[in-house]
């Protein structure tokens, strides 16, 4: 199914990143939106292992920048929407044949989080010495410009393999690459049914939400292909549904 034309699919894979204003229907993230509300609401109620805070290591906990790992375990409908549908058709077609589904979580800025999500590379938290290839999809469930905390991007940056990374100090595990400037950067800003398309490598960010409103995002990472896992992966997911299996036996999720 072709959801992109192929200058755009060479666009992503020049430089690292594409911005698409309509990929899905308002509808269609209108009830994406539902779903992780639904989850967002009941934060403090979710299992230890599928919520992090992005925030400072001195704040309460899930207020800065919750995030919710595996949304769509903790709510399966998600992967029945359109909007998961269509991601998962456009990630086979930049990628190819055997594309698969691999991870999504979701990160919310309130309105006026002053944290930003810093300059990183997807691939240093991932370096499992696999032939592989990775895509994200960054959907935004509102219209998100710099100001809401929309993506940025290096263009190219994908092209120089892993740089280096430090860590930020007083941010919860955030790793920062090593000397990227802000003059580097392409925002990326978006309407309501946009998304934001990047590499593995490509190095990224997003802006603080200065806005109003608060800024919600689901992100699916898809691979390319499917090679057998390393066992640190394959005890990571069995400690993870393990350790959410309580809740979702007993939850009532939509």
């Known amino acids: 199914m072709r959801i992109i034309g192929e200058r755009q699919r060479r666009s992503l894979l020049e430089d690292g990143y594409l911005g698409v204003a309509d990929l899905f229907s308002p509808a269609e993230v209108a009830e994406v939106a539902s779903h992780l509300d639904g989850l967002f609401d009941r934060f403090g109620d979710l299992p230890p292992a599928s919520v992090l805070d992005l925030g400072a290591t001195d704040g309460e906990f899930g207020t800065q920048v919750p995030e919710i790992l595996y949304p769509s375990v903790l709510s399966p409908s998600l992967r029945r929407t359109a909007v998961f549908q269509r991601a998962k058709a456009l990630a086979k077609q930049v990628l190819g044949v055997g594309t698969w589904f691999r991870f999504d979580h979701s990160i919310r800025k309130p309105p006026g989080c002053g944290f930003e999500t810093v300059w990183h590379q997807d691939r240093v938290h991932k370096r499992t010495g696999l032939p592989e290839r990775r895509l994200n999809i960054w959907i935004p469930t509102s219209p998100v410009t710099a100001t809401d905390g929309c993506m940025r991007y290096v263009p190219r940056s994908h092209l120089n393999g892993v740089l280096p990374h430090e860590p930020v100090p007083d941010r919860r595990g955030a790793l920062r690459t090593v000397g990227v400037a802000d003059s580097d950067a392409v925002d990326v800003p978006l309407p309501t049914g946009g998304a934001a398309l990047h590499l593995f490598e490509t ?20 691979t390319h292909p499917r090679t057998v896992l390393p066992t640190a992966t394959l005890l990571h997911r069995a400690i993870y549904f393990g350790q959410t299996r309580p809740w979702r036996t007993t939850a009532v999720t939509p």
């Open 203 to 222: 190095v990224h960010s997003a802006h603080p939400n200065l806005g109003n409103s608060t800024r919600t995002a689901w992100i699916l990472q898809f």
